[in-house]
């Protein structure tokens, strides 16, 4: 299949669908004219395991489109050896996917695959040098996944989402720690917040993995506002929003040595090819997961 054939609505499986961006991927397929197949280790969904029975997991779907979002996402995200287990059970999928007659994939990565040293706006072609094992796990399934897309018959693109936040965030995330902390009139300790970071919306980056999968767009594809902002206004935007911003320590925690100033993506082919635009602002963003988390009055 090329980019130029049409991608019809078809049943799409849908791996990680519990997760913070994944449980805001099945409204956007449905209203597109998807039938959705989750993939859960609960009710609710398909039921199985990814990492030792990819096939079962396919044959059972009957489904001719993907959207693979499952990855380890444990304490240890960045740097546990478990990412090397998503790298195999990811390519597997795929390749049992192709083999059952799947049509369509949108597989997704990280912008943590990029290299974070630069300039900052990374693009599509941006030079690849993960500073993790999370982002190189992420990079080297991606790589090997688009370099065998064309052998397995596939058309697929590959989704590099920026700095998501979402109703749901546990504690050990941004958003986690200042609703849990604040609403429970606790001081949050922060870093200065000056770095600048692309963030998105959960709900907004389920729509934008929807809509790629309905479009015929392939390769790697930013998913990300195309504007950064500095951490601190995120942090000041909650925090006001609750009227608790005595309780934030802006400065209180160092930033980790090298942290970027700048991470934005360039999101010219998901604006161009793929026709997506946010739905939130950053304000409009806030106050919606506060809404959702029943943290406003």
Not at 37 to 49: A, E, F, M
Not at 242 to 249: F, P, S, W
Not at 261 to 281: H, M, Q
């Amino acid at each position: 299949m090329t980019a130029a054939e049409d991608i019809t609505a078809g049943r799409v499986l849908l791996t990680g669908a519990s997760g913070l961006i994944g449980r805001q991927v099945a409204a956007p397929l449905r209203a597109l004219g998807f039938e959705v197949v989750p993939v859960t280790r609960r009710t609710g969904g398909l039921i199985g395991d990814i990492l030792t029975d990819p096939e079962g997991l396919v044959v059972r779907a009957e489904a001719d489109h993907l959207i693979h979002l499952a990855w380890y996402d444990g304490p240890d995200r960045w740097h546990g050896p478990e990412n090397l287990d998503w790298v195999g059970a990811s390519l597997h999928l795929l390749r049992a996917f192709a083999e059952a007659g799947g049509k369509r994939a949108v597989m997704v990565g990280s912008c943590a695959e990029y290299d974070w040293t630069g300039q900052g706006r990374l693009s599509e072609t941006s030079p690849i040098r993960p500073a993790t094992l999370y982002g190189t796990a992420k990079a080297a399934t991606g790589m090997a996944a688009l370099a065998g897309a064309e052998a397995l018959g596939l058309s697929l693109a590959w989704a590099r989402p920026f700095f998501c936040y979402g109703p749901g965030e546990p504690r050990g995330r941004l958003f986690g720690d200042l609703i849990r902390g604040l609403m429970a009139g606790e001081e949050v300790d922060c870093t200065d917040g000056l770095q600048k970071r692309d963030f998105l919306h959960t709900e907004d980056i389920g729509r934008a993995l929807a809509a790629l999968l309905a479009s015929p767009t392939e390769g790697a594809v930013n998913i990300g506002s195309g504007e950064a902002v500095a951490v601190k206004d995120m942090i000041g935007t909650l925090a006001r929003a609750l009227g608790r911003e005595h309780l934030v320590r802006l400065g209180a925690r160092a930033r980790p040595e090298g942290d970027p100033p700048l991470i934005e993506a360039d999101v010219t082919r998901l604006s161009r090819e793929v026709g997506f635009r946010p739905a939130y602002d950053m304000e409009r963003g806030i106050l919606a997961v506060l809404d959702a988390e029943g943290a406003l009055a």
